[in-house]
């Protein structure tokens, strides 16, 4: 069965510094693959995706995040980050059922940013 | 352009009473969702619908129905609520049936139930 891992629950960086957030997904095909941004007290909203071509892939935001096949992973990832991206993030690969496709999340990640 | 609408924004209930969520999205998609939000759990597939006339179960169907009214509305239905079913319910759709087209998520119903 498809799914998602997301290993870090909870991520503290300081204003300005690189950000890394971790994905790892199972998947016997060619992965659609997607991060989302939730905001407190909002709905989720669409940072990037990656179905084919290069494998880094460029995102609202200022984000970005490379495909690796070899490691399984999805990795999301910012140079310098803001007080503004302190949110929850989630992972998700989509499930081709053939009569509709379904998105499998991962657990999320919250990142809080540090003045 | 409202994009995807979802009332109430918040509801409380007493166990064993029934309510409807609803959802509408403006965008001509086909597929709408119905996802639950749990804390550690991410959010987890109610039902689905490919399209207009067709739901389908996802993940944790059980202590719910559906009904694709229409192609812009898709209501989630608790017969007789649970505190189980405390959690946060999100509404989402999608253009086509298509693997690469992204689902667009509505603001959520934060639910109680007591």
């Known amino acids: 069965a498809q799914s998602v891992t997301q290993p870090d629950i909870h991520i503290t960086v300081s204003e300005g510094a690189s950000l890394e957030l971790r994905c790892n997904y199972s998947y016997g095909a060619t992965p659609y693959l997607f991060w989302y941004v939730q905001s407190p007290g909002q709905g989720l909203q669409l940072l990037l995706k990656?179905?084919?071509?290069?494998?880094l892939v460029q995102g609202i935001k200022g984000f970005e995040a490379e495909f690796k096949r070899s490691q399984s992973s999805f990795n999301l990832r910012k140079p310098s980050v803001h007080w503004s991206d302190a949110a929850e993030y989630f992972c998700?690969?989509?499930?081709?059922?053939?009569?509709?496709?379904?998105?499998?999340f991962g657990t999320g990640t919250r990142l809080q940013v540090t003045l | 352009n409202a994009g995807v609408t979802q009332t109430p924004k918040f509801q409380v209930l007493k166990t064993g009473q029934s309510m409807t969520l609803q959802c509408a999205q403006d965008?001509?998609?086909?597929?709408m969702y119905w996802y639950r939000q749990d804390p550690g759990m991410g959010l987890r597939l109610i039902y689905y619908s490919a399209s207009e006339g067709t739901t389908d179960k996802g993940e944790v169907p059980n202590g719910y129905n559906v009904s694709r009214l229409n192609k812009r509305e898709f209501s989630l239905r608790l017969e007789s609520a649970a505190p189980s079913q405390t959690s946060v319910y999100f509404c989402?759709?999608?253009?086509?049936?298509?693997?690469?087209?992204?689902?667009?998520f509505g603001p959520g119903t934060r639910l109680t139930v007591t």
């Open positions: 989402a759709s999608k253009d086509r049936l298509g693997e690469a087209y992204e689902q667009y």
């Open positions: 965008m001509n998609h086909n597929s």
């Open positions: 998700a690969v989509v499930r081709n059922t053939g009569t509709a496709s379904k998105l499998t």
């Open positions: 990656y179905f084919s071509g290069d494998t």
